[in-house]
T-cell receptor, first 116, second 112 residues
Framework: NAGVMQNPRHLVRRRGQEARLRCSPM?????VYWYRQLPEEGLKFMVY????????ESGMPKERFSAEFPKEGPSILRIQQVVRGDSAAYFC??????????????FGEGSRLTVL | DAKTTQPNSMESNEEEPVHLPCNHS???????IHWYRQLPSQGPEYVIH???SNVNNRMASLAIAEDRKSSTLILHRATLRDAAVYYC?????????????FGRGTSLIVHP
């Protein structure tokens, strides 16, 4: 049973370009969380999605960032017009619908974005 | 939003037990106590969770205080591979705390 798959593992972008990070949850999981981790800092919550719905995006920057989790396919975190401050590791976690509020999360290995 | 307090870092020797403390004095009755760890350059990994009773699994034990205002993650015999940042978080359906919020955690250093 494959775990949470994130790709690309490493992404380099120049300022002003777009970054798209993909997350395939574990099989049977319909809940996805995105976190950002700046160097030497903890994980910061960004957004919580269920299939075709954004449940909580209170941690998302107001501009340039968007996320989706379509009925088919992976969840995508999109960053438009990247700036150097967006350089970070972006982690995705998934959980099944049952116990989604209190159960364990399964994390991917992360996507490391570097903005030149 | 319930929060946790952990020491910034702890040290241990290999093959000795490690007790990692966590304070959560504002915990509500429906909040679960979760522990995750993050090895260098990897994603966080679930370790254990509990509600009121102590819990054991193959990775660790979780001791929960009777008043639930604190808990301790116990690694029975530390190995070099246990060197990681350990996060104690609360998860519950009330007050918006169902979003897992990670603090800075405790950085565990294991000496050979």
């Amino acid at each position: 049973n494959a775990g949470v798959m994130q790709n690309p593992r490493h992404l380099v972008r120049r300022r002003g370009q777009e970054a798209r990070l993909r997350c395939s949850p574990m099989k049977g999981h319909s809940h996805v969380y995105w976190y950002r981790q700046l160097p030497e800092e903890g994980l910061k919550f960004m957004v919580y999605l269920q299939k075709e719905n954004i449940i909580d995006e209170s941690g998302m920057p107001k501009e340039r960032f968007s996320a989706e989790f379509p009925k088919e396919g992976p969840s995508i975190l999109r960053i438009q017009q990247v700036v150097r401050g967006d350089s970070a590791a972006y982690f995705c976690a998934s959980s099944p619908a049952q116990g989604s509020l209190t159960g364990e999360l399964f994390f991917g290995e992360g996507s490391r974005l570097t903005v030149l | 939003d319930a929060k946790t307090t952990q020491p910034n870092s702890m040290e241990s020797n290999e093959e000795e037990p490690v007790h990692l403390p966590c304070n959560h004095s504002t915990i509500s009755g429906t909040d679960y106590i979760h522990w995750y760890r993050q090895l260098p350059s990897q994603g966080p990994e679930y370790v254990i969770h509990g509600l009121t009773s102590n819990v054991n699994n193959r990775m660790a034990s979780l001791a929960i205080a009777e008043d639930r205002k604190s808990s301790t993650l116990i690694l029975h015999r530390a190995t070099l591979r246990d060197a990681a940042v350990y996060y104690c978080i609360l998860r519950g359906p009330s007050g918006g705390s169902y979003i897992p919020t990670f603090g800075r955690g405790t950085s565990l250093i294991v000496h050979p």
